[in-house]
T-cell receptor, first 117, second 109 residues
């Protein structure tokens, strides 16, 4: 596709349920990032993939959060036993490469709006 | 850690010029990005600075002073469609971006 796509666009779930969020990066982009944006807060980094490996997962807020990437393309972010404070917009971004190049623009998807009741 | 500060809100008039400031403290600085985010939409890339000085791109310009940990985004000939949140982000090392909380700009007629 032309840009980063994410699904679902909206998700309402009950506290304690597990959710899976999907990201399809731009074709050929090897780097993929997950962010979270809560109301009134800035974009919060969660995890970064280079290919299928995650060299930086320092932003994952707890062990309830996990992510994987397969085939160097699609990524899923899983939140187990969701809590109300997990309610936020989850944004995915991708960039062309991560080889130490000084300039790598991240292109963002439209996000998944998660509401935990 | 990193600390990025930018004003929460700004207002300006259509046709005017507005400057949005961003200050940061970080180690391993490797570039500063500005993104625009309209309500309910994804952030879109505006500009990038890694060396000191001014980068101009149409109506938008961005300035960086690494010694001062300071950047600004300058928007000229403001249009109503420029009403959005403007996000300053600092890149440390080769990968992750740390974002400020964003500056909500309201352009009025």
């Amino acid at each position: 596709g032309a840009g980063v796509s994410q699904s679902p666009s909206n998700k309402v779930t009950e506290k304690g349920k597990d959710v899976e969020l999907r990201c399809d990066p731009i074709s050929g982009h090897t780097a993929l990032y997950w962010y979270r944006q809560s109301l009134g807060q800035g974009l919060e980094f969660l995890i970064y993939f280079q290919g299928n490996s995650a060299p930086d997962k320092s932003g994952l807020p707890s062990d309830r959060f996990s992510a994987e990437r397969t085939g160097g393309s699609v990524s899923t972010l899983t939140i187990q036993r969701t809590q109300q404070e997990d309610s936020a917009v989850y944004l995915c971004a991708s960039s062309l490469a991560e080889t130490g190049a000084p300039f790598e623009t991240q292109y963002f998807g439209p996000g998944t709006r998660l509401l935990v009741l | 850690g990193q600390n990025i500060d930018q004003p929460t809100e700004m207002t300006a008039t259509e046709g005017a010029i507005v400057q949005i400031n961003c200050t940061y403290q970080t180690s391993g600085f490797n570039g500063l990005f500005w993104y625009q985010q309209h309500a309910g939409e994804a952030p879109t890339f505006l500009s990038y600075n890694v060396l000191d000085g001014l980068e101009e791109k149409g109506r938008f310009s961005s300035f960086l002073s690494r010694s001062k940990g300071y950047s600004y985004l300058l928007l000229k000939e403001l249009q109503m469609k420029d009403s959005a949140s403007y996000l300053c982000a600092v890149r440390r090392g080769y990968s992750t971006l740390t974002f400020g909380k964003g500056t909500m700009l309201l352009v009025s007629p």
